[in-house]
């Protein structure tokens, strides 16, 4: 299926063609594929494996943080997979002749995976040639989105980040039902599927870590060191209830605390196991069971965002909940 459009969003400083393998992507900002693009000034058009700039700009902001952070994921997706790259593919940004102020071209350059040398567009090689260079690209492209360890985005950077040696400030804010983003009319008919992708264990670690801190402080300014000292972390003692961590507020009273983590600064949805959906749901608990939604979990100032009753907010569709992976166990129950 091809599509075409003049300008869906913010209109860029030269054309581009893009392929995507729909397993991982079927927009341009996010995750990465096959695309052409051309220079600012038109002369030239460079066949790359790139990165969707939009994502990592949402996450880590402008260009100071989301540059050096695409370079290191960069890296790490040539690290993974060096034994399928060709030699002949160039590792380091491209030169789009773009200057900072054509804000999207100049970030496609450092959103460059793996590319062949610029083509001239005066000096076009042989259709043959052009060809076999997309080929070979795609097919890499195939074999990196099929492998098992499924080297996404959020998996990249979270590899190449180490979580900071010590947390500086904890933000702490109440949930807000996100605003739901306008969806081009051409994409509805395809909706993308989604992978199933767990957080890594040291984002959840460093999550974990931030909200026992949390809610140790908290307890501790609320005149309540005993109840501080009585929160218990049931992860790091092989205990796995439905939720992390049981906290108590200034009554005694307990409340049960799933944490969710990731790198970024935003997030538009967390995975839930089937035990921790039920004690989410449980009449007994639901009352007193939170999500907290950790963002910059391995940063020295994560944000903490305190989603209570979620079962509840479910029930009054102010949020969805479906399954999106079933284990098929091959045998009796």
Sequence with gaps: MTEGSTGRGNTTDAPWIALFDRRLTVSATKEYYVVYLFSTDMSAVTLSLAFGTTQFEEQFGGPTKAFPRMRSAATRLQEMFNHLIPKNLV???INLVARPRQRLHYAYQQAAIL???PYRVAELPE???????LKELVQLYIDIVSDP???????????????????ETIEVRDFEPRIPKKQPKSS???KQKRRYSPESRKVGDAG???VIRREKEHLTKLGRPDLADRVRWHSQEQEFPGWYITSFDD????????VKSCVGKSVSSVNLTVNEWEAACDGSRRHRYYIYIVTDALSATPSIERLPNPADYVDRKQLSCEAIVYELRLGPS
Excluded: M
Aim: proline share 4%; charged share 35%; glycine share 2%.
């Design 91 to 93: 590792r380091k940004p």
């Design 115 to 117: 590319s062949y040398a």
């Design 127 to 133: 259709e043959s040639q052009l060809v076999r260079d």
């Design 149 to 167: 360890l499924e080297a996404t985005v959020d998996r990249l950077v979270e590899a190449v980040i180490e979580p900071a040696t010590e947390v």
């Design 188 to 190: 509805k008919s395809n």
């Design 208 to 210: 974990e870590r931030a």
């Design 251 to 258: 009554a005694g009273n307990e409340f049960f605390i799933e």
